[in-house]
């Protein structure tokens, strides 16, 4: 198993700035994954990031805006950029281990 | 393309009362099958999964689920539902291919009520 932890939990941003949010896992892990889960929806899928590697983005969304630092086993980084009331979402730190995915409590970002 | 449909978004029910929460999913490879619990305000937490072996999978806080090939189906199910399984509940599959991605479903929020 793992234990995620995300930091911070949650945070108001104006809007043109910027958020980095940061996930810290109690082991070493290759597959680490960035989530983001808008008000009353699903998960979906921003980056997988594999230590060693460039991240790799799902379909809508870009480096510019999502960059993701994974220098470490046990630690990555998501920034939020330009930041605009659409971002208002809750976004999820992810590993992978064999077949099962564990999450962290994720970040509650508002952006005002 | 794979993918998992949950279809109900929300199921009312009444304490002690039974609860089936649906989901079918899509693939052309092998799956395997999950079911994860959303706590108000908290992060995901794995509730049961299918890899293989027997199709009924037992998970934690009471809850069971049937992998059904056939059907396509892989349903959650709670003979006797507490206050405190108020929560969303995210069906999920995992198909190992080229794209070796989780697929989640669109979710289902259980509200029980005394």
């Known amino acids: 198993s793992a234990v995620i932890s995300q930091k911070p939990s949650r945070d108001i941003c104006q809007r043109g700035t910027s958020l980095t949010i940061q996930c810290q896992v109690d082991?070493?892990?290759?597959?680490m994954f960035w989530y983001r889960q808008q008000p009353g929806q699903s998960l979906t899928l921003i980056a997988t990031?594999?230590?060693?590697?460039?991240?790799?983005?799902e379909s809508g969304f870009v480096i510019d805006k999502f960059p993701i630092s994974r220098p470490n086993l046990t630690f990555s980084t998501l920034t939020v950029s330009n930041l605009s009331p659409e971002d208002s979402s809750i976004y999820l730190c992810?590993?992978?281990?064999?077949?099962?995915?564990?999450f962290g409590p994720g970040t509650r970002l508002t952006v005002t | 393309a794979q993918s998992v449909t949950q279809l109900d978004s929300q199921v009312p029910v009444f304490e002690e009362a039974p609860v089936e929460l649906r989901c079918n999913y899509s693939?052309?490879?092998?799956?395997?099958l999950f079911w994860y619990v959303q706590y108000p305000n908290q992060g995901l937490q794995l509730l049961l999964k299918y890899l293989s072996g027997s199709t009924l999978v037992k998970g934690i806080n009471g809850f069971e689920a049937e992998f059904n090939k056939s059907q396509t189906s892989f349903h959650l199910r709670k003979p006797s539902v507490h206050i405190s399984d108020t929560a969303e509940y995210f069906c999920?599959?995992?198909?190992?291919?080229?794209?070796?991605?989780?697929?989640f479903g669109s979710g289902t929020k259980l509200n029980v009520k005394p």
């Open positions: 992810s590993v992978r281990i064999v077949y099962e995915q564990y």
């Open positions: 082991s070493q892990v290759t597959m």
């Open positions: 693939s052309s490879v092998s799956v395997y």
């Open positions: 999920a599959g995992l198909s190992w291919g080229s794209f070796n991605k989780f697929y």
């Open positions: 990031a594999n230590q060693g590697s460039e991240a790799t983005y």
